[in-house]
């Protein structure tokens, strides 16, 4: 079992920057691939990056390509996402996900198992 809880998410001023934290628990972290979704008022969830168990191989979603990171640190059980020129569209809550595999990092949230509780995001023009 993985309890999931995220950090790091405030307001800012468009073309700001935020670090999103993910800290699991659970000695197994290391081997559970990661992704961080977002959900936006009145819409549906939408995924926007993956990091696979080994923080070796990611993958974006194209509207953040270019200007979010996402990394791993599992001697700390923490993934995390650097939300760099940050836009007003960028506002949601932001969730982290994981999932036990050694599978590439993916962007289909039928793949995860666990999830955290949710941090928001409110970028301002």
């Known amino acids: 079992q993985v309890q999931l809880v995220e950090s790091g998410g405030g307001l800012v001023q468009a073309g700001g920057s935020l670090r999103l934290s993910c800290a699991a628990s659970?000695?197994?972290?290391?081997?559970?691939?990661s992704g961080w979704f977002r959900q936006a008022p009145g819409k549906g969830r939408e995924y926007v990056a993956g990091?696979?168990?080994?923080?070796?191989?990611?993958k974006y979603a194209d509207s953040v390509k270019g200007r979010f990171t996402i990394s791993r640190d599992n001697a700390k059980n923490t993934v995390y996402l650097q939300l760099n020129s940050l836009k007003p569209e960028d506002t949601a809550v932001y969730y982290c996900?994981?999932?036990?595999?050694?599978?590439?990092?993916?962007?289909?949230?039928?793949?995860?198992?666990?999830w955290g509780q949710g941090t928001q995001v409110t970028v301002s023009s």
């Open positions: 990091v696979d168990w080994s923080g070796g191989g990611t």
């Open positions: 659970g000695r197994a972290f290391r081997v559970y691939r």
């Open positions: 996900a994981a999932d036990a595999s050694f599978g590439p990092a993916t962007d289909r949230p039928e793949d995860y198992d666990y």
